[in-house]
Nanobody, 125 residues
Framework: VQLQASGGVLVQAGGYLRLSCAAS????????MAWFRQAPGKEREFVAI????????DYAESVKGRFTISRDNANNAVYLHMNNLKPEDTAVYYC???????????????????WGKGTLVTVSS
């Protein structure tokens, strides 16, 4: 599975941004898909995850109520809709996939099998 995240830009606090992740090269539709982020000088952290059927999603507490994860299996895509952005959301955002049929409600980076290159989101105050 190859993953490619895109959509990161400079945005003002309070703004909206949508990140996209394109998946190819394998049975990504059988995997749970997640977004992680890594701020400068910090460890990579979980943001959101969606089950392969979209029947379940989970979020980190820091983004609940502001971010929404969704997926389009027909087009092998996953999205992260980010509302009311804050300066502390500034980070490189990564798309990741689990092994097929696995789901974690609060995954660690080690739980994910596939990673894409990140996309930088900068939120100015």
């Amino acid at each position: 599975v190859q993953l490619q995240a895109s959509g990161g830009v400079l945005v003002q606090a309070g703004g909206y941004l949508r990140l996209s992740c394109a998946a190819s090269g394998g049975a990504s539709s059988d995997s749970s898909m997640a977004w992680f982020r890594q701020a400068p000088g910090k460890e990579r952290e979980f943001v959101a995850i969606v089950r392969r059927s979209s029947s379940r999603v989970d979020y980190a507490e820091s983004v609940k109520g502001r971010f929404t994860i969704s997926r389009d299996n027909a087009n092998n895509a996953v999205y992260l809709h980010m509302n009311n952005l804050k300066p502390e959301d500034t980070a490189v955002y990564y798309c990741a996939a689990t092994r097929p049929l696995y789901y974690y409600s609060s995954p660690t980076p080690g739980d994910m099998r596939y990673w894409g290159k990140g996309t930088l989101v900068t939120v100015s105050s």
